[in-house]
Nanobody, 124 residues
Framework: QVQLVESGGGLVQAGGSLRLSCAASGRTFSTYGMGWFRQAPGKEREFVAA????????DYADSVKGRFTISRDNAKKTVYLQMNSLKPEDTAVYYC?????????????????WGQGTQVTVSS
């Protein structure tokens, strides 16, 4: 099993950028698929981005494609979400998630472990 801790959230103006980090514990991090989800106030959780353990294949929600980039550094046991051209509608709590033995990106919410989340607020 793994523990996930997100960081890097904060307040930013529309058009700005943030980079979220997700630090993971565990010896088998390299074989875990990783994903980012978000939940805005009063709304359901939604998929943002995912990467398999191979790292060469990624998947993005249509709403963030071209603006966000997910990446992983297995040596550092860390997953990143680079967010550019942020919009007010990106405001949400962002959650990191991990799933065992998934080599390709996983879009649905069937993940084994979840972080506590980090707040991202984008002002207009």
């Amino acid at each position: 099993q793994v523990q996930l801790v997100e960081s890097g959230g904060g307040l930013v103006q529309a058009g700005g950028s943030l980079r979220l980090s997700c630090a993971a514990s565990g010896r088998t991090f390299s074989t875990y698929g990783m994903g980012w989800f978000r939940q805005a106030p009063g709304k359901e959780r939604e998929f943002v981005a995912a990467v398999g353990w191979l790292g060469g294949s990624t998947d993005y929600a249509d709403s963030v494609k071209g603006r966000f980039t997910i990446s992983r550094d297995n040596a550092k046991k860390t997953v990143y979400l680079q967010m550019n051209s942020l919009k007010p509608e990106d405001t949400a709590v962002y959650y990191c998630a991990a799933v065992r033995s998934v080599a390709l990106p996983l879009r649905n919410g069937d993940y084994d472990y979840w972080g506590q989340g980090t707040q991202v607020t984008v002002s207009s």
